[in-house]
């Protein structure tokens, strides 16, 4: 666990102090909430950047050579809220592609659109129009990543969308 989540670990359990002191049954349960929320939004986070990285590693035993970059508690921008997560880079040469996904963890973060449990972006470096930004919704089982395409329509994303990401760094 990285700093940043120990530091927002060690909040949480003082809110629940806090609340559980005061008989705040209605807050308790809003951070029961919100923990299972953000257990769900961590795993589906992790899937999106362990694919990418699967598929970079893929592709490096065939000979690609992609470099990957890893960082946590990293902090980016969707519209006028600001998401935290992780952040995967993959470059080849002065190709990259990056993948950041995450979501708020503080209400002056602001809110996840569209109804979503987080949000990501995957951006090729000096190709703007080959990236997609990605929405985490709630369904009944796991919740799903979904491409937001420029209309506002949602399609479901599928393992192979990624990979076909990675492949345009070898192009």
């Known amino acids: 666990m990285s700093g940043f989540e120990e530091e927002y670990e060690r909040q949480v359990e003082e809110a629940r102090a806090r609340a559980t002191a005061r008989g705040r049954g209605d807050v308790l349960d809003y951070i029961h909430l919100k923990t299972a929320n953000d257990r769900l939004r961590a795993r589906a986070v992790a899937w999106l950047l362990d694919t990418f990285t699967?598929?970079?590693?893929?592709?490096?035993?065939?000979?690609a050579g992609l470099a990957l970059v890893r960082t946590e508690a990293h902090r980016f921008r969707v519209g006028h809220s600001t998401m935290v997560g992780a952040r995967l880079a993959l470059s080849r040469g002065l190709r990259s592609l990056t993948v950041e996904a995450g979501w708020p963890r503080a209400p002056r973060d602001g809110i996840v659109r569209g109804g979503g449990l987080a949000?990501?972006?995957?951006?090729?470096?000096?190709?703007?129009?080959?990236?997609?930004?990605?929405?985490?919704?709630?369904?009944?089982?796991?919740?799903?990543?979904?491409?937001v395409?420029?209309?506002?329509?949602?399609a479901e994303l599928a393992e192979e969308r990624l990979r076909r990401h990675v492949v345009r760094l070898l192009d």
């Open 149 to 154: 395409e420029e209309s506002g329509a949602r």
């Open 54 to 63: 699967a598929l970079a590693g893929e592709l490096n035993r065939a000979g």
């Open 119 to 147: 949000s990501a972006r995957v951006a090729h470096f000096g190709n703007p129009k080959a990236g997609e930004e990605l929405l985490l919704l709630p369904s009944n089982e796991e919740p799903r990543w979904f491409v």
